[in-house]
């Protein structure tokens, strides 16, 4: 079946450390995005990758860092930087950037 | 400045009564218009893409519309069963083309 993967599916992180999200797609896609969700506020734009190597900040990439190695991968680093980390993160894909986006399962991240 | 609003917060129906959702949008040359369902602890799921006013598109017991203002996502004789969150994102012309969500629509459909 073709989609996009996420892992873990619950991430919990201590103060000063940095975790990474996984995102994989299997759906030939060129783009891939990552969103962080909260309650009550729209989905918001972290970080996007039109094609391999190349990667564009979002609205809110402060606190995070992602690479594009490979076509199918696309994680995302949530560094020390980043404030207020909890919430759920996920990822997307489409096919090019201007076409729909389908999204993975999410990561729900908390910060203890 | 690029905007999405979605009305009403939530909505409560009884199974059978048929409503209408809204997304209401400020946007530089409109590209796309996006329709998501998400369930509670998942990932949106895509619904419809639409691209120019007066397009219209169904799935099952779901319409969407699109005027050059707003987009209506209608439920005809809605079933327990399409409870969930319905997020609206559009995407403006232009170099960057991201995606710009609305906070979404609770609806709560009861037997």
């Known amino acids: 079946d073709g989609g996009i993967t996420q892992s873990p599916k619950y991430l919990f992180r201590k103060e000063g450390q940095n975790v990474t999200l996984s995102c994989e797609q299997n759906l030939n896609h060129d783009a891939m995005y990552w969103y962080r969700q909260d309650p009550g506020q729209g989905l918001r734009l972290i970080y996007y990758?039109?094609?391999?190597?190349?990667?564009q900040k979002g609205d809110i990439a402060e606190g995070y860092s992602v690479s594009r190695e490979k076509k199918e991968s696309f994680p995302l680093t949530v560094t020390s930087a980043q404030k207020n980390p909890t919430a759920f993160y996920l990822c997307?894909?489409?096919?090019?950037?201007?076409?729909?986006?389908?999204f993975g399962p999410g990561t729900r991240l908390t910060v203890l | 400045e690029d905007q999405v609003t979605q009305s009403p917060e939530a909505l409560r129906l009884q199974e059978g009564e048929s409503s209408s959702l809204n997304c209401s949008y400020t946007v530089s040359g409109l590209r796309g218009l996006f329709w998501y369902r998400q369930d509670p602890g998942k990932g949106p799921e895509f619904l419809f893409t639409l691209y120019s006013a007066g397009e219209e598109k169904e799935k099952e017991r779901l319409k969407a519309t699109l005027t050059k203002k707003e987009s209506f996502l209608h439920i005809t004789a809605p079933k327990p069963e399409d409870s969930a969150t319905y997020l609206c994102a559009v995407q403006a012309g232009g170099s960057q083309g991201n995606l710009i969500f609305g906070k979404g629509t609770k609806l709560s459909v009861k037997p």
């Open positions: 997307a894909s489409s096919e090019l950037h201007y076409n729909e986006q389908f």
């Open positions: 990758s039109q094609i391999v190597n190349d990667f």
